[in-house]
T-cell receptor
Framework: KQEVTQIPAALSVPEGENLVLNCSFT??????LQWFRQDPGKGLTSLLL?????REQTSGRLNASLDKSSGRSTLYIAASQPGDSATYLC????????????FGQGTRLTINP | GAVVSQHPSRVICKSGTSVKIECRSL??????MFWYRQFPKKSLMLMAT?????????EQGVEKDKFLINHASLTLSTLTVTSAHPEDSSFYIC???????????FGQGTRLTVV
């Protein structure tokens, strides 16, 4: 059974810093991996999708990497801003089941002005 | 990006009543939609896969008679919580994947409180 773990559970950094969020998964046979952002009491916003054959994806200040063999992904946020404060969720797409996602517990990020 | 609309965003109901939550893909067709449940400060747990025109597939431990799913069209799936109890109080989120694509888009979520 696939398990997804995110470290750290919470992170607080000053504005302007670059930071890295970590995600690990136990079964390397994945379909894809997605990073999401969730604001308190809200739904999820898709940030980046990495196919199983890809190594990384970039969107603006965000860069996500994928190392399937070691079961790891990182989300790099450059020049952090207070508006980046949210919970970031990593989710792995099940190779067997029609893109079902298994989620990590998230990293709660706070960017201090 | 694609838009998924979920309604209502919040609902309070009395114990023993049923509540229906709608999930609509506004600008694309979705053969498959998914329903998740999120407990406070926990991650999302997949409840069921909703397939247009056929029966939903439920994850282990999810009561299909309690959580009724109907995917009657390519743009609408509904989740009905029947005979709701306080332990059903939770945040329910749907997602949809455009037919032929891979990226999942999520609704805004529904906060259900059963009193």
């Amino acid at each position: 059974k696939q398990e997804v773990t995110q470290i750290p559970a919470a992170l607080s950094v000053p504005e302007g810093e670059n930071l890295v969020l970590n995600c690990s998964f136990t079964d390397s046979a994945i379909y894809n991996l997605q990073w999401f952002r969730q604001d308190p009491g809200k739904g999820l916003t898709s940030l980046l999708l990495i196919q199983s054959s890809q190594r990384e994806q970039t969107s603006g200040r965000l860069n996500a990497s994928l190392d399937k063999s070691s079961g790891r992904s990182t989300l790099y946020i450059a020049a952090s801003q207070p508006g980046d404060s949210a919970t970031y969720l990593c989710a792995v797409g099940d190779i067997q089941g029609a893109q079902k996602l298994v989620f990590g517990q998230g990293t709660r990020l706070t960017i201090n002005p | 990006g694609a838009v998924v609309s979920q309604h209502p965003s919040r609902v309070i109901c009395k114990s023993g009543t049923s509540v229906k939550i709608e999930c609509r893909s506004l600008d694309f067709q979705a053969t498959t939609m998914f329903w998740y449940r999120q407990f406070p400060k926990k991650s999302l747990m997949l409840m069921a896969t909703s397939n247009e025109g056929s029966k939903a597939t439920y994850e282990q431990g999810v009561e299909k008679d309690k959580f009724l799913i109907n995917h009657a069209s390519l743009t609408l799936s509904t989740l009905t919580v029947t005979s709701a109890h306080p332990e059903d109080s939770s945040f329910y989120i749907c997602s949809a994947i455009r037919t032929g694509a891979e990226e999942a888009f999520f609704g805004q979520g529904t906060r259900l409180t059963v009193v």
